[in-house]
């Protein structure tokens, strides 16, 4: 009888050869679909000051600076977030994720609500919640739950097919006890994602995989071992620096997989916030868009995710890109470092992870 090991080899190697001879026809012909050299016309929500980037294997090009689910305020967060939607297609931004089921659903209602950002303006990718695939949650996991959760989501946005299932390799919240095992994402659960694509795919639901996570093994694992995975989803601040010659921006470029920063401003250190202040609807920094310019000096990111309450914040962030070949002044070098000062001031030990991720 095999041993699970080499059933598991099999497996992948299969559903590999799968992916390297038919992931570019399950795009082919749709709007989504580009080429690296994608003609500006072809490019969803194409805005001349924009810049945009290709998303590894996936072939799409997403704006440098994208939009994620956390931040809607006031009370009415449908309406909030329909005008951040809006607003975000004006100023060119394409590329949407989600994590939480709640706020797939609230984003899947203000994009119905919306004028001008419905399902067909956004590449989206969103998690598997309440699935988490580390070591910790593994007991809880089944293709069953991943299914549904699909599913779920595509009730959410009230289409027939979304374009990037990411579960998540980490969030913290309420049962999260060792921080070891919640890092980690084993074999046995990346099997079993991997296994949950394939049909998804084949049906027709998701068109491409990707996993976010807090701990930088998971992705050395899913990138030296999974060629089924499109995108890496990870933390990575203004501050980040490569790892010496052995870096995941490094091993993501060779795998042609692509890779978007999450948490750019530090949960709000940056601007001397605790992380529970995030959602109160805080005014914009006139220096945001130093932070994302800084981050988007690096080449191998696809995009950056900053945190948005109101469209005001989206104007600011952009600018990011806009000005990003523009060289740095003295003022914007001491903005930076006070910013740099100030995360490691408002660092709460929730947050402290963060730390992990001033090397990739």
């Known amino acids: 009888m095999p041993s699970h090991e080499s059933t598991r080899r099999g497996f992948l190697k299969t559903a590999a050869g799968s992916?390297?001879?038919?992931?570019?026809?399950?795009?082919?012909?749709?709007?989504?679909?580009?080429?690296?050299?994608?003609?500006?016309?072809?490019?969803?929500?194409?805005?001349?000051k924009m810049t945009y980037r290709r998303l590894g294997k996936t072939g799409f090009m997403?704006?440098?600076?994208?939009?994620?689910g956390h931040g809607a305020v006031g009370p009415d967060q449908v309406a909030n977030r329909a005008a951040v939607l809006d607003?975000?297609?004006?100023?060119?931004?394409?590329?949407?994720?989600?994590?939480?089921?709640?706020?797939?659903?609230?984003?899947?209602?203000?994009?119905?609500?919306?004028?001008?950002?419905?399902?067909?303006?956004?590449?989206i990718g969103f998690a598997s919640w309440p699935q988490k695939?580390?070591?910790?949650?593994?007991?809880?996991?089944?293709?069953e739950k991943m299914t549904k959760s699909i599913d779920d989501r595509l009730r959410s946005y009230k289409t027939d097919m979304l374009d990037l299932w990411r579960p998540v390799g980490a969030t913290w919240g309420k049962g999260q006890t060792n921080l070891a095992t919640l890092l980690m994402v084993t074999h046995k659960a990346l099997d079993m994602v991997v296994e949950v694509f394939e049909k998804a795919k084949q049906q027709g639901k998701v068109r491409f995989l990707g996993i976010s996570a807090h701990n930088p093994k998971v992705f050395r694992r899913v990138l030296s071992e999974y060629p089924q995975f499109s995108v890496i989803i990870f933390p990575y601040l203004?501050?980040?620096k490569e790892f010496g010659g052995d870096s995941l921006l490094k091993l993501a470029q060779e795998k042609d997989v692509g890779v978007v920063g999450l948490k750019p401003f530090g949960a709000g250190t940056v601007f001397?916030?605790?992380?529970?202040?995030?959602?109160?609807?805080?005014?914009?920094?006139?220096?945001?868009?130093?932070l994302v310019k800084r981050m988007l000096q690096e080449k191998r990111l696809s995009?950056?995710?900053?945190?948005?309450?109101?469209?005001e914040h989206l104007d600011e962030n952009v600018q990011g890109s806009y000005q990003r070949d523009e060289p740095a002044t003295e003022k914007d070098e001491q903005a930076l470092d006070r910013a740099r000062r100030s995360f490691y001031?408002?660092?709460?030990?929730?947050?402290?992870?963060?730390?992990?991720w001033e090397t990739v």
């Open 238 to 240: 203004f501050l980040t």
């Open 62 to 68: 997403i704006s440098e600076v994208a939009l994620g």
């Open 303 to 311: 995009a950056v995710i900053p945190g948005v309450n109101v469209p």
């Open 87 to 123: 607003r975000a297609v004006e100023l060119g931004m394409n590329y949407v994720d989600n994590n939480i089921a709640g706020e797939c659903d609230l984003y899947g209602k203000a994009m119905a609500a919306s004028k001008s950002a419905g399902r067909d303006k956004w590449f």
């Open 19 to 48: 992916v390297a001879g038919g992931s570019l026809a399950t795009v082919a012909g749709t709007a989504l679909a580009q080429a690296p050299e994608a003609p500006q016309e072809k490019i969803l929500n194409h805005n001349p």
């Open 133 to 143: 695939v580390t070591e910790e949650y593994e007991s809880q996991l089944t293709p």
């Open 345 to 356: 001031a408002h660092l709460t030990p929730g947050y402290a992870w963060l730390r992990h």
């Open 272 to 290: 001397g916030l605790k992380p529970q202040q995030l959602d109160k609807g805080q005014k914009v920094d006139p220096n945001a868009h130093l």
